[in-house]
């Protein structure tokens, strides 16, 4: 949280200036290949109420997004190369393959588009990629699980959508931090979606092959599922590391309040959408010096901030913030080397 904050005061001290040219005929589309978790939905409130005062303010002509039916590659490489029939100025895309789309994002390229890739992330050298280090994220999770648990023990690990950039980041972190912690195994592996549905019914079918676990590694999204799987099958309550949802840190709260239950949550704000949206924005302005990797930070919450950001969150959403342009013009010039 204060990292975010101290994005926007280094931005009033450098942003003398925002504006190299008019960008008021631009039109910026957002390509999205899933809406099916709290997160994506709080991502997508987010670009809008950003975007939405950007195009009443005539910043931009259009930011229009686009939502996959499915979440499979060839269909949003077919929404992509759309965009580009559609004379879209530039492309935001939060991306299912960082690889497997780079065809697609190489044609946007070479037809003069500007495209931004954020969360999901793409390699094509040509894009910008707005980063979070996913992989110092998961390996901080399994840094403060031996805090928590400085006996060691079995782990249980909650995978994310299969295929992304993210997922692979975080289970690497994930790893090197098992790796580093040798006291620690994950004995069992589910897929979840980010969802807390999804996650529940995945761990309640593997617990009863699984021995008994003394934490939960995940990627967000779905450690108030695993709460309610392990309470379902009468399994004693792990550590769960949390990924910023308000369902998640609400359970927290009560199992702090009734035990001291400690844990640490941790994910990327939703809102990084529209921090794209500027990166897009700047570049299309005319800005030449914007690095095509800006490193962002993640958002975590320790035992004594989580409740202080707890009423601030929306019932059923994520923990978030709404980047502004002058927001992008600080990420730009502290990525400059």
Known sequence: MKKILVLSALAAMLASGTAFADTSDK????SNNYAGNSWRQAMLDSYGIVTKKAVADGVVAAADIFTTADKEVPTQAAQVQNLILQGYDAIVINAASPDALNGAIKQACDAGIVVVSF????????????????????RQEVE???KFQPKGGNLLEIRGLAGTSIDDAIHAGILEGVAAHPEFKIVGSVTGDWDQTTAQKAVATILPSLPEIVGVVD?????????????????????????????????????????GYQTWSASIAPGVSSLAFWVAQQVLDGRTDVPHDLLVPYL????????????????GG?????YTQEDAIAAIKANIK
């Open 318 to 322: 994520v923990a978030s913030h709404e």
């Open 144 to 146: 403060q699980m031996a």
């Open 119 to 138: 969360d999901g992330i793409v390699t094509e050298p040509c894009a910008y990629r707005v980063v979070v280090d996913f992989k110092d994220m998961g």
């Open 219 to 259: 990627q967000g999204g779905d450690g108030y599922g695993a709460a309610q799987a392990f309470a379902a099958a009468g399994k004693p309550r792990p550590t769960i590391i949390m990924g910023n949802r308000q369902d998640e840190l609400q359970w927290w709260k009560e199992q702090k309040d009734k035990d």
């Open 27 to 30: 039109k910026i589309a957002f």
């Open 300 to 315: 975590a919450f320790t035992q004594d901030d989580f409740e202080a950001a707890l009423p601030k969150i929306p019932k």
